[in-house]
């Protein structure tokens, strides 16, 4: 029994050693460097433009940071030991000190940086915006956490630019998942992704990404909704599922031939020249106007023919983050499908500009029911709301032909009857001489 005591004494004892072992330690030249960052004498650095900067770093956050392996001069290259913290360094300001050390998070996050260089964040970066987020606006180099952890949702660094929408997140079925019971409920970065950030109205990378948590959505709604595959292709999930909100008909302009949608060349502002030209009353197009604009610029594409695809959607993204529980979710059929439904009392014209961005222009709610519909809007018909009045009178008109066939068919056996018995009869009579 002692023997066994003693083992596990040495086991106990060496597991300890290990994990002491095992714990992220400063090295030499980082320890120089805490000696002055971690004290409570630094001051803060005041830039031109007149806002202070902590220069002070906490060393325990700093090991318990995901760069607690990180050196120092591994960030700071150009750091000279001897005259770092003596000779004045000129500062403009936090954003362009924050903004020259974009390229040393690359030497290690190469794939990161890749994705972050076509989002919409890095594009408002290049166009020179002072509010697009760079990478350390998002990850403090020196306390950054594993996206892993179910943290405080105010601890999201979306919350500092995106406050609004933030807040509404914070109140819907998933924020509240986090706030009132800790669990791990998606956030931003699940949704609109981390670093490859594209603009919520370029494609279906919402609604795919509602379909990667919620795998069983389709085979749920088939056991109830008719038709639901064509559901799901024109109508957002938060259309039903924030049933407050308000809703609207966003006539996309897609490819005719691939259906991928149409994206604005960088420099050619093709869509607003056209779209201007083409409204006269500046009041939204009408029937006319559509077709005109539509003319106009399939005659400038040369590569492919635009035509529009519908699709129901919210009117605000701020609506897009009230999301209800499934129990209080729209379920009424009659919310679209009745005349004068409200969704579709609302509509507009979209592109996608060169950031992917919505490029949008007013319509007129009868364009739905217009001859243009037939010729560009395709697949985008729902019965007992978009009443399109050559539709219904193409369908009597088969109708009719269905009818008319066999009624014409048995009018001429009738009236042929008496002669046909003739001629039989006569035929009997040859054959019998």
């Known amino acids: 029994m002692g023997l066994i005591l003693i083992c596990l004494a040495f086991a106990f004892m060496g597991s300890a050693a290990h994990a002491a072992e095992a714990a992220p330690e400063l090295g030499s030249e980082d320890k120089a460097c805490q000696k002055c960052h971690d004290s409570e004498d630094i001051k803060p650095k005041v830039t031109e433009a007149g806002e202070s900067l902590s220069l002070r770093i906490s060393t325990p956050e700093l090991l318990a940071s995901m760069h607690n392996e990180t050196s120092c001069t591994d960030c700071h ?6 005259d770092h913290g003596k000779v004045s360094v000129p500062m403009k300001s ?32 290049k166009e020179g915006s002072d509010k697009a987020p760079t990478c350390s606006d998002c990850h403090n180099s020196h306390t950054v956490r594993s996206v892993k952890l179910v943290e405080p949702i105010a601890n999201v660094p979306c919350a500092n630019c995106h406050k609004d929408i933030f807040k509404a997140y914070s109140g819907d079925v998933h924020g509240l998942e986090r706030v009132a019971k ?33 795998k069983d959505a389709a085979v749920k709604h088939e056991v109830w909704l008719p038709n639901s595959k064509l559901h799901f292709q024109a109508i957002e999930c938060q259309v039903c599922h924030a049933p407050n909100a308000q809703r609207r008909v966003n006539l996309r302009m897609v490819d ?38 539509l003319k106009a610029f399939n005659l400038e594409s040369t590569g492919n023919k635009a035509i529009l695809s519908g699709r129901l959607e919210l009117r605000s993204g701020l609506e897009a983050h009230q999301l209800s529980t499934k129990d209080k979710a729209l379920k009424d059929c009659k919310v679209c499908h009745e005349n004068g439904a409200v969704p579709f009392q609302s509509v507009v014209l979209t ?37 399109i009045k050559l539709l219904d009178y193409l369908l009597v008109l088969v109708i009719l032909g269905v009818l008319v066939v066999p009624i014409a068919h048995l009018s001429a056996h009738r009236l042929f009857k008496a002669k046909r018995d003739k001629l039989l009869a006569e035929r009997t009579s040859s054959s019998t001489k």
């Not at 691939?258 to 420099?267: I, Y």
């Not at 500009?353 to 029911?369: H, I, M, N, S, W």
Request: with cysteine; charged share 30%; proline share 2%.
């Open 182 to 214: 800790g669990k791990s409920a998606p956030l931003c970065a699940d949704c609109h992704k981390s670093h490859a950030i594209q603009a919520a109205t370029l494609g279906d990378g919402i609604r795919d990404a509602c379909l990667n948590c919620h």
């Open 77 to 82: 290259e150009d750091a000279d030991g001897k």
């Open 256 to 293: 005719g031939v691939g259906g991928k949608q149409l994206v604005e060349k960088k420099g050619v502002p093709q869509f607003d020249r056209l779209r201007k030209a083409a409204d006269g009353t500046a009041q939204g197009f009408d029937e006319s106007e559509m077709r005109s604009f």
């Open 94 to 125: 936090k954003r362009d000190y924050r903004l020259s050390f974009q390229d040393a998070c690359t030497t290690c996050h190469k794939k990161n940086v890749a994705d972050f260089k076509d989002s919409v964040h890095a594009i408002l970066v």
């Open 351 to 387: 592109m996608a500009g060169p950031d992917g961005r919505a490029l949008r222009q007013g319509v007129e709610k009868e364009v739905l029911t217009s001859v243009t519909s037939l010729g560009s809007l395709r697949g985008f018909y729902a019965i007992g709301s978009t009443r």
